[in-house]
């Protein structure tokens, strides 16, 4: 008996980029451009290639990506929803030893701009360093009904200079903590919806297209209600403002099954200046502090109706 056996494995390839210019049929100057950055990591009966050196069933990294660059070129990645679920079926039909994947694509937000009034046709600014992200599990031996499909929206920073509160939070010998009314709050917002499969429909049905109106809008009002909750309620917390967030979230988008924040508390602290004659602060002037930072998040899901 050997000493050890295989746990676990997965393998593929990681920070497969490309940049797709997607063309109007009739007018070939209008365009859009996404520009991807896709992982695959494949499962399956690959443990002789670990444990006996055998590397006849690896289907190489190098063969990954390049199946990744050719599905991009000859199939529509918008949205990435469809992309990450068209190459799921890929691998998984392809392949009779791959069990399963995860597939895990990041889009950059490059975003049109105005020129003379009217949207440009062709140029973009890049609006980093938001991300959106995609992360699809399946394995073929539950059927295309059962996957685990996400789609975040990540880094997309903000700040309020006001409407923030924190106060009435645990009191202890060990407390420094000046409740406040009137705070900065700022952070970087991470923010995931996970798709109901049952829902949605099958993962065909997602590679087919016809599920693309309700990625783009679920991700549309995610990131509107984000900012706009952000924006226009004096947040007694970070806590409850995500939680008011991800309900709305939920609210809107019906084939969302859990709606997930990840939040750093980005602290800015008012410097004392009354060492120079007196000197009120008044909220003015604020000291960025890199670290350490508050680390808030909570997963909301759906009540059941009540019969
Ligand atoms: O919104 C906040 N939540 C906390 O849990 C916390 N803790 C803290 O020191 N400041 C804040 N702010």
Request: glycine share 4%.
């Amino acid at each position: 008996m050997s000493y050890s056996y295989l746990a676990d494995s997965t393998y593929g390839k990681d920070n497969v980029k490309f940049l797709k210019v997607k063309k109007d049929k009739q007018n070939k100057k209008l365009h859009e451009v996404m520009e991807a950055t896709v992982c695959v990591l494949l499962k399956g009966d690959f443990d002789v290639s670990y444990t006996e050196a055998d590397n006849a069933p690896i289907v190489p990294t190098d063969t990954v990506k390049n199946t990744i660059l050719i599905l991009a070129k000859k199939y529509d990645t918008f949205p990435l929803e469809k992309f990450a679920a068209k190459l799921a079926l890929h691998f998984t039909s392809k392949y009779d030893h791959v069990s399963g994947l995860t597939v895990k694509i990041t889009q950059d937000r490059w975003v049109k701009y105005d020129v003379d009034g009217k949207v440009s046709q062709h140029s973009f600014v890049y609006q980093g360093p938001e991300k959106k992200i995609v992360f699809l599990d399946y394995d073929k031996k539950n059927g295309p009904n059962n996957y685990a499909l996400s789609t975040s929206i990540k880094d997309l920073t903000v700040l309020k200079s006001t409407n923030s509160m924190f106060y009435g939070y645990n009191v202890c010998e060990y407390t420094t903590l000046k409740p406040t009314t009137d705070r900065i709050l700022s952070t970087d917002i991470f923010a995931t919806m996970d798709w109901c499969p049952e829902k949605l429909g099958c993962l065909n049905s997602v590679a087919s297209g016809s599920k693309d109106a309700i990625f783009d809008k679920a991700y549309f009002n995610a990131r509107d209600i984000t900012l706009d909750i952000f924006a226009k309620e004096n947040s007694p917390s970070v806590q409850a403002t995500m939680f008011n967030m991800a309900t709305a979230i939920l609210k809107e988008a019906p084939q969302v099954s859990y709606v997930s924040y990840e939040l750093p508390n980005k602290h800015y602290f008012l410097f004392d200046l009354k060492w120079f004659e007196g000197l009120e602060n008044d909220n003015e002037l604020f000291y960025p502090s890199p670290h350490p930072n508050g680390l808030i998040r909570c997963k909301v899901g759906r009540n059941q109706a009540k019969l």
